[in-house]
């Protein structure tokens, strides 16, 4: 069974542009979360897609949002970039039924805004 | 809210056993995770503890006690890839599959 993969894994972007990052689940997976992760902060919440809905979101600006298309894959776009962006941006899917515990993450998407 | 704390960095020897703790405080609590983290790597699901008590897997084991918001790991005949950063996080009630995690701690094993 193929991983959790996202795209891209590297990006570069300046201040002000905006960005969008893909993450398709393992085949079956519903659920989706999306993580920030710096050395600063470490691993933050940003939401969590499931059967196309957003369930819940964390404590992130209006500028983070996402989406989940049908076949369960996610994306999250970032507008009006700064430079506190720059981050390691990891998505999780799991099958989304209550119970089931382990997260499965992808290699994630490096972004660094100048 | 939740607030989860535990060690920095630690550092062990090859063979030797190892315990990283965890503490949480949470307004609401569904479970408890650790997750493992290679440099420049993504996090892999170690174990889940949602009732008191130790859940082991192989050289892995991990206890809960709600009570006292405490959880530890116990890494048993460390191995050098052992070497890694190890995550602790809480799933909050009525979270779904959101995951409140804590800052890491960065394990070192020497030879």
């Known amino acids: 069974k193929a991983g959790v993969t996202q795209t891209p894994r590297y990006l570069i972007k300046t201040r002000g542009q905006q960005v969008t990052l893909s993450c398709s689940p393992i085949?079956?997976?519903?659920?989706v979360s999306w993580y920030q992760q710096t050395p600063g902060q470490g691993l933050q919440f940003l939401f969590e897609?499931?059967?196309?809905?957003?369930?819940n979101k964390g404590n992130f600006p209006g500028r983070f949002s996402g989406r989940q298309f049908s076949n369960s894959r996610s994306e999250m776009n970032v507008s009006t970039l700064e430079l506190g962006d720059s981050a390691l941006y990891l998505c999780?899917?799991?099958?989304?039924?209550?119970?089931?515990?382990?997260?499965?993450f992808g290699p994630g998407t490096r972004l660094t805004v100048l | 809210g939740q607030n989860i704390d535990q060690p920095t960095e630690m550092t062990a020897t090859e063979g030797a056993i190892v315990q990283i703790n965890c503490t949480y405080q949470?307004?609401?609590?569904?479970?408890l995770f650790w997750y493992q983290q290679h440099a420049g790597e993504a996090p892999t699901f170690l174990s889940y503890?949602?009732?008191?008590g130790l859940e082991e897997k192989g050289r892995f084991s991990s206890f809960l006690s709600r009570s006292k918001g405490y959880s530890y790991l116990l890494l048993k005949e460390l191995q050098m890839k052992d070497s890694a950063s190890y995550l602790c996080?809480?799933?909050?009630?009525?979270?779904?599959?959101?995951?409140?995690f804590g800052a890491g701690t960065r394990l070192a094993v020497h030879p």
């Open positions: 503890n949602v009732l008191d």
């Open positions: 999780a899917s799991t099958p989304g039924l209550s119970g089931n515990n382990e997260q499965f």
């Open positions: 085949s079956g997976h519903r659920s």
């Open positions: 897609y499931f059967s196309e809905t957003q369930r």
């Open positions: 949470t307004s609401g609590f569904n479970g």
């Open positions: 996080a809480v799933r909050p009630l009525g979270g779904y599959n959101k995951l409140i």
